[in-house]
């Protein structure tokens, strides 16, 4: 089972051990971060690296077109009826070839030292005491929606991000291009993103909200909100490759994950979680859980993703343009 590197011991505690207790199916963890659809490539016909595998829309969406996951058969999945409607409204998922459920919200973090004025939403990363100050993720999936939310804030016009995507998606380049100057470092994990911020290697940007949720150790150094304008959430997905031989375990597994006893668990972790009653029960615990997930039925229905389908329909271009223009000068 391949899970992302930081969620490893998580899904060890909450979901491995207790399955294999409960099934006596064995359970391997493989954590890591862009290397699970290259291992699956590279794996013999019929003898696929994992049977049960974590992914995101950049990496799923393309999986699934070129034939790798197979379809799964949701009656053995009745969990996921347990998901929020908006969860799972997508195509991908309407055509049962994953479960998707958000993750990580785009969080906006900043050094308390450095940073100043602490920052209210996306416009204050326009502010000139942090010009040049910014710490940005070097994956466009989530920057270039950072700026497209600047873009909106400076225009005077929050809430208007992902439409800005769709409809206007050169004048985000653009914008991205000409305020690229104000990121000092591009960071490449959440990890690396924690660190950079806590030795103030930067003075403010954007952040994975379950990265920064987990760091509590840490939280005088800096800090961390989840603006309303223009939220949006990673889409991870759960799926299973095609020649897998474990299929019906992989769906007895992902049916496992999706319970409310684990949804509950990890989201006390700083994971979010789609399940509308787990997701309610940690907010009713968790004041800043609750200020960073959705766990209302109104904030559910309005619950966004990155903007994937503007991204998948210029994806060669925005490519193109984020890593010569924007990752670095030309």
């Given amino acids: 089972m391949f899970v992302y590197a930081g969620l490893d011991k998580m899904f060890q505690e909450h979901f ?5 207790a409960s099934t006596g199916a064995a359970v391997i963890l493989d954590a890591g971060w862009w290397d699970a659809i290259g291992k699956l490539k590279a794996s013999p016909k019929g003898e696929p690296a994992y049977d049960l595998v974590l992914t ?32 799972l409204n997508n195509q991908i998922a309407k055509d049962r070839y994953a479960v998707t ?17 602490e920052p209210a939403g996306w416009g204050d990363l326009m502010r000139d005491d942090l010009s040049g100050k910014l710490g940005l993720y070097d994956s466009f999936y989530m920057s270039l929606h950072t700026f497209a939310c600047m873009k909106a804030a400076a225009e005077g016009k929050p809430g208007t991000a992902h439409a800005m995507m769709a409809d206007d998606l050169g004048g985000v380049l653009d914008f991205a291009k000409r305020e690229r100057g104000r990121v000092k470092v591009w960071w490449p994990t959440g990890t690396k993103m924690l660190q950079d911020l806590i030795q103030g290697e930067f003075a403010a940007g954007n952040a994975h909200s379950v990265g920064v949720l987990q760091a509590t150790e840490k939280k005088d150094v800096f800090g961390f909100k989840t603006p309303e304008a223009d939220r949006a959430f990673v889409q ?19 049916d496992f994950l999706l319970s409310e ?38 904030q559910f229905r309005g619950m966004r993703y990155f903007p994937y389908d503007a991204y998948f329909k210029d994806w060669d271009r925005i490519k193109k343009a984020w890593e010569q223009e924007i990752l670095r000068k030309t």
């Fill in 261 to 298: 006893g684990v949804q509950t668990a990890i989201a006390r972790r700083g994971a979010g979680t789609s399940h509308v009653a787990a997701a309610k029960a940690v907010a009713a615990e968790d004041p800043v859980w609750a200020a960073t997930y959705p766990h209302t039925d109104e």
């Fill in 236 to 254: 991870l997905m759960w799926v299973v490759p095609a020649d897998s031989p474990n299929a019906d375990v992989a769906e007895a597994a992902i």
């Fill in 101 to 117: 459920f958000h993750e990580s919200a785009m969080s906006l973090a900043l050094n308390r030292q450095w940073a100043g004025a």
């Fill in 16 to 20: 491995a051990d207790p399955f294999t």
């Fill in 56 to 87: 995101d829309a950049t990496q799923g969406y393309p999986a699934v077109k070129s034939g790798m996951f197979r379809q799964l058969d949701f009656d053995r999945i009745p969990n996921h009826k347990a998901l929020a409607p908006s969860a």
